[in-house]
């Protein structure tokens, strides 16, 4: 790829970055908008690679990460596979949630996720970008009677 500029890395030890996964995932899991964005950096953003525009600043992450919990708010996540970098981790997990049926009742969704988290040298996270199986998220709103 001609002209692309590849981002630099930092160097993060491993057993720090597992403690920033282990707090950031902490935060995730309490449903912590306030924890989370206290992870972030001034500038961080955050992009679902779904079509969803990218947000940036803490204002803007802690209102998207509550609203987020408001749309989801009996979640949880089951981790598939944690890859720890130089300055980054990648996170292969499965969401899984209730959710009420167009049809009556309720259902179980599980749609497949990936994470590209970027941190810096201070444990803080600047970038997340999560990308969606959109076939499970199709299949689920649609059962769900919810527009994508």
């Known amino acids: 790829m001609s002209g692309v500029l590849a981002q630099?890395?930092?160097?993060?030890q491993r057993e720090v970055l597992q403690k920033v996964f282990d707090r950031y995932h902490a935060a995730w899991e309490a449903k912590d908008p306030d924890a989370i964005t206290a992870l972030h950096?001034?500038?961080?953003t955050f992009a679902l690679r779904s079509g969803?525009?990218?947000v940036q600043g803490?204002?803007?992450?802690?209102?998207?990460?509550?609203?987020?919990f408001v749309e989801f708010p009996n979640y949880r996540s089951e981790v598939?596979?944690?890859?720890?970098?130089?300055g980054h981790w990648v996170l292969e997990w499965t969401m899984v949630v209730e959710l009420p049926a167009?049809?009556?009742g309720t259902f179980t969704a599980r749609i497949s996720l990936v994470d590209v988290v970027d941190v810096d040298e201070t444990g803080l996270v600047?970038?997340?970008d999560v990308w969606v199986d959109g076939v499970q998220q199709a299949a689920a709103y649609r059962l769900a009677g919810k527009p994508l």
Not at 41 to 44: A, H, I, L, Q, V
């Open 52 to 54: 969803g525009a990218r």
């Open 41 to 44: 950096t001034e500038d961080s």
């Open 80 to 86: 598939d596979r944690l890859l720890l970098g130089d």
């Open 102 to 104: 167009a049809a009556g």
């Open 126 to 128: 600047t970038r997340k």
């Open 8 to 12: 630099t890395e930092v160097t993060v």
């Open 58 to 68: 803490p204002a803007a992450l802690r209102q998207h990460f509550a609203h987020i």
